[in-house]
């Protein structure tokens, strides 16, 4: 049996996030040892939150974690997985049904995608650290940026802001199915956002809003929303959701990157740009720009080249995130009691499942595009 050969490259990945560990352990598997910065004290460091992975939104992939454990070797266990999603407006509720996706953890959780994916690295990770990206340009042939946001990006002149966002969120106990996650849009109460609640037990979820940082927006009282919101949610549930722990995000930069590589730099994760701005998950894309990002350092394939899709996806869920944001409660209210509609139901249900291979938010982007067009006219 051949002994795997171990190169000699000096590779510094700034962040342990799930971007980072998956750039790590591609490298390890091509003979690479990376040296992890990471400036807290444990992987996962930070509030417990939910999040879906759903297939439309990651096409062609059917199915995100069979095709990352089989093509790359990267190995998750999410939460569950999803089997109906119910969709509130502010007077209707629909939903899709059928095999959608999965949810998962992040966070101090001993499940999340951090904990998991750290188990899977055998390089050291620095923690507390406190270097600086122009610290490790200096020492290290390679360095990848995976520091969760977009900051390092924004300051080298290597990404385009397209809108900042007000995030809140808590730990809620109550009755959940696991496998059924909720989403609201009701602009009442949380102009041009949303909120969701995902379960990650039978007695623990998830209940979160964000909204765009629009003018009319920000003169508005965060708690005040949150009060509301949570209100319609209770009621949406027919229950009394108990918070037990609570987190805030202002002003959080959703964007992307003009290139994925500059020289020898490699922006990867959030610093990449791999939050969709239509619902605002991203972890599948970040998983893939770790992996991506390794590959061209091992220089097996182009990172620019394979993350072209990843920019085209982007442009996409950004479309759908301005269509969202042009509707009224009462087209949003049209939209979602459709979702119910027999003929409807069966077709979006079918487009939606892991099986298929449409890619429903590329093709639907065109019309998309024309009707946020017409509306900005009428403006």
């Given at each position: 049996m051949l002994k795997k050969?171990?190169?000699?490259?000096?590779?510094?990945?700034?962040?342990?996030?799930?971007?980072?560990l998956s750039c790590a352990i591609t490298l390890e598997q091509n003979g690479i040892i990376p040296t992890i910065f990471e400036k807290r004290s444990s992987v996962g460091d930070r509030f417990v939150n939910a999040e879906g992975m759903f297939s439309i939104l990651n096409r062609p992939t059917k199915d995100c974690i069979p095709y990352i454990s089989e093509n790359y070797n990267i190995n998750l266990k999410p939460i569950v997985d999803v089997d109906?999603?119910?969709?509130?407006?502010?007077?209707?509720?629909?939903?899709?049904n059928g095999k959608i996706g999965c949810t998962n953890v992040r966070g101090r959780h001993e499940d999340s995608y951090e904990s998991q994916l750290e188990k899977q690295v055998k390089s050291k990770i620095n923690f507390n650290s406190t270097y600086e990206y122009t610290e490790l340009c200096k020492n290290f042939e390679h360095v990848v940026l995976a520091t969760g946001d977009g900051d390092y990006a924004s300051h080298l002149g290597n990404y385009n802001c397209n809108l900042t966002c007000t995030i809140k969120g808590a730990t809620v106990q109550g009755n959940f199915v696991t496998s059924?996650?909720?989403?609201?849009?009701?602009?009442?109460i949380l102009p041009k956002g949303y909120g969701w609640l995902i379960p990650f037990s039978e007695k623990e979820a998830n209940l979160v809003i964000a909204y765009p940082?629009?003018?009319?927006?920000i003169r508005l009282d965060l708690n005040d929303i949150w009060e509301k919101f949570n209100n319609f949610a209770c009621k949406s549930l027919?229950?009394?959701l108990k918070i037990t722990d609570n987190f805030e995000v202002t002003r959080y930069i959703m964007g992307i990157c003009n290139k994925a590589k500059i020289d020898n730099t490699y922006f990867v994760g959030n610093c990449f740009g791999t939050i969709s701005p239509g619902l605002g998950f991203g972890q599948y894309t970040s998983?893939?720009?770790?992996?991506?990002?390794?590959?061209?350092?091992?220089?097996?394939?182009?990172?620019?080249?394979?993350?072209?899709?990843l920019f085209e996806n982007y442009n996409h869920s950004l479309v759908f995130r301005r269509f969202l944001e042009s509707l009224t409660d009462e087209q949003m209210d049209f939209q979602i009691k459709n979702l119910d509609n027999k003929i409807i139901d069966s077709l979006v249900d079918k487009a939606c499942n892991h099986n298929s291979s449409v890619d429903l938010l590329k093709l639907s982007t065109p019309m998309m595009r024309l009707w946020n067009n017409y509306k900005e006219f009428k403006k």
């Open positions: 050969v171990v190169f000699k490259m000096e590779v510094a990945i700034m962040g342990a996030g799930i971007s980072g109906k999603l119910f969709i509130h407006s502010k007077n209707e509720i629909g939903t899709i059924n996650p909720h989403v609201w849009f009701n602009y009442e940082d629009y003018p009319d927006n027919d229950q009394n998983i893939l720009t770790g992996v991506y990002s390794a590959f061209g350092i091992c220089g097996s394939e182009s990172y620019d080249k394979l993350a072209k899709p």
